[in-house]
């Protein structure tokens, strides 16, 4: 595998609708296609970054970055982190973080938060490497 490139995606192009459609399935089993739509307002949103990894020119990763102003101060989620797995264990997962932290960071956030299931015990392991910390608290979701 040739050096990783990771980029900010700023064009909903077929290419990365087909890299989601290929690539969220690998995430989410449960999750419904994204439309283009739906990808050129994750793409257009001043408060998202797609970032897309790359190797020999192919999408292998994703990312999305969440930036939000809250009474506290500026605040980041990293969140839908995939990587194909041809390409697990290879440093795009890395390079991802590193580029959507570069981002944060530069937008002013505070904080860079992101949630991993214990069992996707590689991704838990990268995290902790690269310097997040667990937190003690707890995570609550309401379905809509």
């Not at 790359?54 to 989620?77: H, K, S, Y």
């Not at 990587?83 to 570069?102: F, K, P, Q, T, W």
């Amino acid at each position: 595998m040739t050096a990783v490139r990771v980029e900010a995606v700023v064009s909903a192009t077929d290419e990365v609708l087909n890299a989601c459609h290929r690539l969220i399935p690998q995430l989410s089993s449960s999750s419904s296609p994204i439309t283009a739509g739906e990808l050129a307002e994750i793409v257009n949103g001043d408060s998202t970054v797609l970032f897309a990894a790359r190797n020999d020119g192919e999408i292998v990763g994703l990312l999305t970055l969440v930036v939000f102003r809250i009474p506290t101060g500026v605040r980041a989620w990293i969140e839908d982190v995939v990587v194909d797995g041809s390409a697990r264990g290879r440093g795009v997962g890395e390079a991802l973080n590193h580029r959507a932290i570069e981002e944060a960071k530069r937008r002013g956030a505070k904080t860079v938060d992101l949630t991993s299931r214990p069992s996707r015990e590689a991704a838990n392991r990268l995290y902790q490497r690269i310097g997040f910390v667990r937190r003690d608290t707890n995570v609550y979701r309401f379905d809509a």
